[in-house]
């Protein structure tokens, strides 16, 4: 019997996935709204963004028992998709993370497709920053999927990845101009692919690396770069010797203190022209629980 293609039923899967975990999570963030007013004057004027830029993670964590949960789109030529996240603070210095792994993706040679797995992860985190100006904050990272065999995908595949990054401000003045960030890492990516006759693995280092610029009290320009693995989904499965670079760059605007809406414009290595590059977008709703509970940091 000749199986469907994977592609398609692929991407029903893990968007149906995230968005329910998206959902889940906006769901019971929107419970909190309507008390944090009352608590807000007593806390100075602050804004809540996730704790990444449009892909990149950074070397922050959200605070104890804060909540962000962001929902993504990307619109190209007749297909629009969606993707979910979700962060929870703990501590101070570490959040776990609902989000996805990227890969570029290919189906019998085919142009290749960035492509999103569910995954699960924790990231732990020293806020040098708040204690010296001279030192970044740094922090790492480890997510790891959970994809299982099924009809679409004759094979199991599990992906992980292990982030290593450091984040910089520089010449911020508090309530005036912020200055810009810089932010910079590398990860570690592993797969692994089992069939009833072989097993593969793979691993390799991929460097990344991004900034953030504040033009304004309420809207700062980012862009970035990162390498993602190139993974043939056929029914043998296999990873390219090289990874390729994908770039993203654009605008985030604070809509509130708590909501936020990034707008971007993605170019990869192996677009032919401009007129192949896919927009961007992305809405996050932070809930500072923190203040809920009466918390603050040292």
Known sequence: MENKPRRVSYQKISTGSIRRIFLSILFVSLLFTSRIPVVLAKEPVQLYEPPRLFIIPVADTLKAFDINASGATTWETGRVSFLGTGFLGLGDVAQVELSSLRTFSTQNGDFEELSSTPAAGVKLALPLEEHSRLLPNIAVSYHRSFGEENEFQPYKQQLADLYLMASKSFFSKGEGWRGFRL????????????????????????????????????????????????????????????????????????????????????????????????????????????????RKRD
């Open 183 to 294: 932010h910079a890492g590398a990860d570690y990516f592993g797969a692994r692919f089992e069939t009833n006759q072989t097993v593969e693995t793979k691993g390799f280092w991929r460097p990344f690396g991004g900034i953030e610029i504040w033009a304004s009290r309420y809207a700062k320009l980012m862009a970035e770069v990162e390498w993602f693995p190139r993974i043939n989904v056929d029914a043998q499965p296999a990873i390219a010797e090289e990874p390729l670079w994908m770039t993203v760059a654009g605008v985030r605007i604070f809509i509130t203190r708590f909501i936020t809406a990034d707008v971007g414009v993605r170019y990869q290595q192996d677009f032919d022209t401009i007129a192949d590059a896919k927009l961007e977008g992305k809405v996050g709703l932070a809930i500072p629980t923190h203040l809920l509970l009466g």
